[in-house]
């Protein structure tokens, strides 16, 4: 085991900037853990943590002790490495939420079949659905063979189903068309794909001309048109716009393009984090943020924990399968080990230098 621990840490004013640290191992007290992260993934979604940082008290789960900075949260896999906490055992593998560093010291509470919950006193005002920590080798959805695609995609996919199913709640507001900016990030074509198994809507996807021919490949959008043809779209249609770019000049187009008409605006990421800006004195109604963990808590409690987490593996089942099975390969994973590498990695996701197919995963050994 490392005799310390890497951390890489961003500045919260500009993510674009990181570096490196090193510090001891922390002492493992009475019901604590100690965990080695070792697979996990970086892409818009990160970004997207960074930017809503603040607003979204995503620097709170891995503070770094100088308000200046930040550790961007990342989902991946980590191993035990020491346990003074019944119920955990060292070399047990855990799915969950991690800071961009190759250790983490847990406390767990909750402790059952399928994992834990950490109750570090700075974590216990969070969203629970961040703080839990899921055992492998009892993880319905986990397959050794397909850990990269989970640490890209299942954290991704589970606000897509959470979305979906929050316009579905809500009789997708009375809409008939669902418009997605961003179409070829991750998050977007999830949900995509969910919506277009419910059939409800028609369901079209806004997306750059160098990417148009990816995401119509895709299979999972009604239509695809490029932002300079946005004027293409029927503005009497009643429609959804759900904003994965968070490109503010783009959203004010959409909200004077479709006026009355717009049936719901809301805002989910921000993978044009340098064009990012708020809604206020637009036409239609005012955009609202999407928050997946408030949707995730009213349907675990109307379905159970156990009831969503079903019904959320069943709608991944479906999707994996679409995107290792179809026509059109989805994902191609490229894998960063190394402080250089991951540097280089993370800097490319963040100045949208990685192509719609490609997504990153990074290894901070052993």
Known sequence: MNASVQHFTVQRNNPAQGRWHQAPLPAVGAGEVLLHVDLVSFTANNVTYAMFGERMKYWAFFPTNDAASGSIPVWGFADVVASAADGVAVGERFYGYYPMSSHLLVKPARVGPGGFLDASEHRRELPAIYNQYVRCSTDSMYRQDREAELAILRPLFATSFLLDDFLADNQDFGATRVLLSSASSKTAYGTAACLAARGS?????LTSPSNAGFVNALGCYSRVVTYDA????????PTVYCDFAGNAALRADIHRHCGEALTYSCSIGGTHWDHLGGGAALPGPRPVLFFAPSQAKKRAGEWGPDGLQRRLGEAWERFITQVTSGPTKWLTVATSSGQE???KAVADVMQGR??????????FGS
């Not at 946005?230 to 249609?237: E, G, Y």
């Not at 990685?354 to 290894?363: D, F």
Request: glycine share 8%.
């Open 230 to 237: 946005l004027a293409s779209l029927d503005p009497s249609v």
């Open 201 to 205: 809507v028609e369901v079209v996807g």
């Open 341 to 343: 590498a991951i540097s």
């Open 354 to 363: 990685v192509p719609p197919n490609e997504g990153h995963v990074l290894r």
